[in-house]
Nanobody
Framework: QVQLVESGGGSVQAGGSLRLSCAASGRTSRYTMGWFRQAPGKERESVAQ????????RYADSVKGRFTISRDNAKNTLYLQMNSLKPEDTAVYYC?????????????????WGQGTQVTVSS
């Protein structure tokens, strides 16, 4: 397993932007990684995933066209650029990594998790 630490969360108004980062200790260059989120009283849900070379990405329908996932393997860092934020994007955002290279969106498939960072979008 690797250690993951998210940063970049905060409070913004609807329509604003935030960029989340996830720093990994240990090499994650061959790991598929992803972002997930969990709102109060709701289950953890998929946001976006990316393969280890960054050649394949997958997004939840709710964030397509607004969020962009990327990674810098030289820096062992995963990013999530979030634009046109909506109040319904409010949640704790988690990054996760999995050794198996298959790109999947189910949280249970991921081996390592960060502690989460809060994103709050006000209307």
């Amino acid at each position: 397993q690797v250690q993951l630490v998210e940063s970049g969360g905060g409070s913004v108004q609807a329509g604003g932007s935030l960029r989340l980062s996830c720093a990994a200790s240990g090499r994650t260059s061959r790991y598929t990684m992803g972002w997930f989120r969990q709102a109060p009283g709701k289950e953890r849900e998929s946001v976006a995933q990316i393969t280890w070379m960054g050649s394949i990405t997958r997004y939840a329908d709710s964030v397509k066209g607004r969020f962009t996932i990327s990674r810098d393997n030289a820096k062992n860092t995963l990013y999530l650029q979030m634009n046109s934020l909506k109040p319904e994007d409010t949640a704790v955002y988690y990054c996760a990594a999995k050794v198996n290279p298959a790109i999947v969106s189910t949280p249970e498939a991921y081996d390592s998790w960060g502690q989460g960072t809060q994103v709050t979008v006000s209307s």
